[in-house]
């Protein structure tokens, strides 16, 4: 019965998000349904002490990353500089590579250790203008971004600095550099049946004369620049560039300069204990924003003036997508923080244990738990302090290098972690104006592959023997 509790509140989030209803109102109800079921008296408790305190611990940590990632997104629309990038990619690629073009640039960013939330900010006003004026569908988008931002360059690809592939290593001793063939060969998997699957799509909307839509009836569309002359194109792209080297630049600064942890003591009250922060729980969270701000300073260096223009609506605009698109996550984190605290979800990690192949039963238990925690990092770091130990000792008998478990782990984390409830497809949505009926079939085709590439990691190491 317990089990059956956690899945209907799974079953009940992923419909109500993919009817188009706010996860940021049906999350807690969700949550605490299930509660109610497993042990009312603990709804209060639960609500106040587990779900509002991991949704506000999230909001107090990435807000700011939201916030600053939605002004940067926008002053790199009314700067005109994306549509400087688009209609020089279109001469270099042509129209029809417009989606390898988006997958592209998504893949840089993430590569380059921006944020995925910051980089759907980012690349939005790029992939609109040039989607346009390649009259391809405004629906591929997200699937197109997801491909570049969510798939092989957040976990599959060695040395890549996204959280999913930094959490193994803290429980395998391993590094972000593990298992590096199997982790090429599995982005290299993913990039050609994911980038043949969307060329597909589009082949199929040519066919039918569908274009990118029409405007009006579209939501959160870029605003058209409004400058007489574009910039050139290696002036448009600086502000992501510097991003990208900015953030790595700051994440080894930052602990340099301030140590494993700083104290100050407030000047303003009397005798208060002194505040301790933990720099190295942070020092990637404070080198993103100062990266991100860095890149808003240089668009408005190159392009003072039509972004000064409409910069008040502009911002008022992004603020209230960074607010939603934050929310959203939030809520998430919350209800996967309750569902994980309920007796229904032991069941589910004791059934995963009993699946008898070592890296077989890995990547089912970590892929099953980020899909029903709606999070590739919870779902793992559940996973993994739950089963790390017997995930060794495995390892040890089999004769497997721990390595090839930090990759399966990692690229695992990103495979059913996007189902319809999880908060960066919605804050994807979110961004782009789309629905989950008009868009999210495609979300989840790109998922489908992620999760498959998996076993072919899995069975090329058996066939093979290469780490």
């Given at each position: 019965m317990a089990f059956v509790i956690v899945l209907a509140a799974l079953c009940f989030l992923m419909y109500v998000a993919y009817r188009g209803h706010s996860v940021i109102l049906f999350a807690p109800v969700?949550?605490?349904?299930?509660?109610?079921?497993?042990?009312?008296?603990?709804?209060?408790?639960?609500?106040?002490?587990?779900?509002?305190?991991?949704?506000?611990?999230?909001?107090?940590?990435?807000?700011?990353?939201?916030?600053?990632?939605?002004?940067?997104?926008?002053?790199?629309?009314?700067?005109?500089?994306?549509?400087?990038?688009?209609?020089?990619?279109?001469?270099?690629?042509?129209?029809?590579?417009?989606?390898?073009?988006?997958?592209?640039?998504?893949?840089?960013?993430?590569?380059?250790?921006?944020?995925?939330?910051?980089?759907?900010?980012?690349?939005?006003?790029?992939?609109?203008?040039?989607?346009?004026?390649?009259?391809?569908?405004?629906?591929?988008?997200?699937?197109?971004?997801?491909?570049?931002?969510?798939?092989?360059?957040?976990?599959a690809l060695p040395g890549t600095p996204q959280i999913q592939n930094i959490i193994p290593a803290a429980f395998f001793g391993t590094n972000a550099w593990a298992a590096p063939w199997l982790g090429t060969i599995g982005a290299v998997f993913i990039l050609i049946l994911g980038m043949s699957y969307l060329d597909w799509r589009r082949r199929v909307a040519l066919r039918k004369g569908e274009g990118y839509g029409d405007p009006a009836a579209l939501v959160n569309e870029p605003a058209p620049f409004a400058g007489s002359r574009l910039a050139h194109p290696a002036v448009a792209i600086a502000p992501l560039l510097l991003v990208g080297v900015a953030n790595k630049l700051l994440t080894d600064a930052i602990p340099a300069f301030y140590g494993s942890?700083?104290?100050?003591?407030?000047?303003?009250?009397?005798?208060a204990a002194p505040v301790v922060q933990e720099v190295s729980k942070v020092a990637a969270i404070w080198a993103v924003e100062g990266a991100l701000l860095l890149g808003i300073a240089c668009v408005l260096a190159f392009a003072w003036k039509p972004v000064t223009r409409s910069f008040a609506e502009g911002t008022?605009?992004?603020?209230?997508?960074?607010?939603?698109?934050?929310?959203?996550?939030?809520?998430?984190?919350?209800?996967?923080?309750?569902?994980?605290?309920?007796?229904?979800?032991?069941?589910?990690?004791?059934?995963l244990g009993a699946i008898p192949n070592p890296l077989v039963n890995e990547a089912v238990t970590v892929t099953a738990l980020a899909g029903i925690t709606g999070s590739a990092s919870g779902g793992m770091s559940i996973a993994l302090a739950a089963m790390s130990e017997t995930f060794i000792a495995n390892a040890h008998a089999a004769g497997i290098p721990l390595e090839v478990f930090h990759r399966v782990a990692a690229?695992?984390?990103?495979?059913?972690?996007?189902?319809?409830?999880?908060?960066?497809?919605?804050?994807?949505?979110?961004?782009?104006g789309l629905t989950h009926r008009q868009a999210y079939k495609d979300v989840f085709a790109i998922t489908l592959i992620k999760t498959l590439a998996v076993f072919v990691v899995i069975g090329v190491f058996y066939g093979t023997g290469v780490v």
């Open positions: 969700a949550a605490l349904g299930a509660v109610l079921l497993t042990d009312p008296s603990l709804v209060a408790p639960m609500f106040t002490g587990l779900f509002m305190d991991k949704m506000v611990g999230f909001l107090k940590l990435y807000f700011p990353v939201f916030l600053l990632g939605a002004v940067f997104g926008k002053v790199i629309e009314l700067s005109g500089f994306s549509k400087s990038i688009v209609a020089a990619t279109i001469r270099l690629f042509g129209a029809s590579r417009a989606m390898l073009s988006i997958v592209a640039v998504c893949a840089l960013l993430t590569y380059g250790g921006v944020s995925l939330f910051v980089v759907v900010f980012a690349v939005y006003p790029f992939a609109a203008e040039l989607f346009r004026q390649s009259d391809i569908p405004k629906r591929l988008i997200p699937g197109t971004i997801a491909l570049g931002a969510f798939t092989f360059t957040m976990d942890s700083h104290a100050f003591a407030p000047a303003v009250v009397g005798n008022r605009t992004a603020i209230g997508g960074a607010l939603l698109a934050s929310m959203n996550t939030a809520s998430e984190y919350g209800f996967g923080a309750v569902i994980a605290a309920l007796p229904g979800f032991l069941v589910v990690a004791n059934a690229m695992a984390s990103g495979g059913m972690d996007t189902l319809p409830h999880n908060g960066a497809v919605i804050t994807l949505l979110a961004v782009t």
